[in-house]
C-alpha cells in the first residue's frame, strides 16, 4: 500500500528554470494538498485540491501552479523558480473535506520533495 | 485565520520518563486537532487525533488532551523510548484548512 507517493524526492534548479512536482495517492482520497516546509516555521499551504476539477489558493500560492489531473493526481508548477521557493514540498491527502463528520479524517503525506533553488 | 504555537520548541527527556508536548491554538472554532510526528527526511506521520467535542483521546502509550478553554492542546507520551526521538507538531482544523506549529524536537537521552 504506497499512499501518497512524491516525485522527484530531490532536485536542484537554477534560477528561471520550470519545473512539476508530481504527486499520486492510492487510498480514493478526495481532497489533496500541497505543502511547503522552511526551517523555524510550519508547514504552509501553497494550493488544494477539494475534489477533483476544483483547486484553490492556500496562504502561499505566488509562483505556484497547480493541475489535479484526475481523483490520484495533484502536480504543483513552478513556472520560473526563485532562490525564495528553495524549501521541501510535501503532498498530502485526505478522506473527506474540512470539517465533514462523515469524512472527517487524517492528513496523509508524502516523503517529500527537497528543491534547491541556485 | 489561525495562529498555531508549540510552547517549546526543543525537550530532552530520559528515556523511560513521560513526554508532554504543548500546543496552542487562537481560533476558538477550530474543529479537529492532530498530532504528527515528523522523523530526519521524511514526511509527517499521524499520531493521534481529536475532536473538539471530546477533551481526553488515548492511544498506544500517548494520551492527547484538548482544553478548549483555554485554546491549549496536549501530546503526552508514556514511557519515552530512542525511536519517539522526533519533531512533533500540532495540526488545527479551522474551516476548510489545517493550521500548523512549527515544531518541538524532541530528543531521548538512552
Known amino acids: 500500500n504506497a499512499g501518497v507517493t512524491q516525485t522527484p524526492k530531490f532536485q536542484v534548479l537554477k534560477t528561471g528554470q520550470s519545473m512539476t512536482l508530481q504527486c499520486a495517492q492510492d487510498m480514493n482520497h478526495n481532497s489533496m494538498y500541497w505543502y511547503r516546509q522552511d526551517p523555524g516555521m510550519g508547514l504552509r499551504l501553497i494550493y488544494y485540491?477539494?475534489?477533483?476539477?476544483?483547486?484553490d489558493k492556500g496562504e502561499v500560492p505566488n509562483g505556484y501552479n497547480v493541475s489535479r489531473l484526475n481523483k490520484r493526481e495533484f502536480s504543483l508548477r513552478l513556472e520560473s523558480a526563485a532562490p525564495p521557493q528553495t524549501s521541501v514540498y510535501f503532498c498530502a491527502s485526505r478522506r473527506g473535506f474540512g470539517w465533514d463528520r462523515a469524512n472527517t479524517g487524517e492528513l496523509f503525506f508524502g516523503e517529500g520533495s527537497r528543491l534547491t533553488v541556485l | 485565520g489561525e495562529s498555531v504555537g508549540l510552547h517549546l520548541p526543543t525537550l530532552s527527556v530520559q528515556e523511560g520518563d513521560n513526554s508532554i508536548i504543548n500546543c496552542a491554538y487562537s481560533n476558538s472554532a477550530s474543529d479537529y486537532f492532530i498530532w504528527y510526528k515528523q522523523e530526519s527526511g521524511k514526511g509527517p506521520q499521524f499520531i493521534i487525533d481529536?475532536?473538539?467535542?471530546?477533551d481526553k483521546r488515548q492511544g498506544q502509550r500517548v494520551t492527547v488532551l484538548l482544553n478548549k478553554t483555554v485554546k491549549h492542546l496536549s501530546l503526552q507520551i508514556a514511557a519515552t523510548q530512542p525511536g519517539d526521538s522526533a519533531v512533533y507538531f500540532c495540526?488545527?482544523?479551522?474551516?476548510?484548512?489545517?493550521?500548523f506549529g512549527t515544531g518541538t524536537s524532541l530528543t531521548v537521552i538512552p
Open positions: 495540526a488545527v482544523l479551522t474551516g476548510n484548512q489545517f493550521y
Open positions: 481529536i475532536r473538539s467535542n471530546m
Open positions: 485540491s477539494a475534489s477533483e476539477g476544483t483547486t
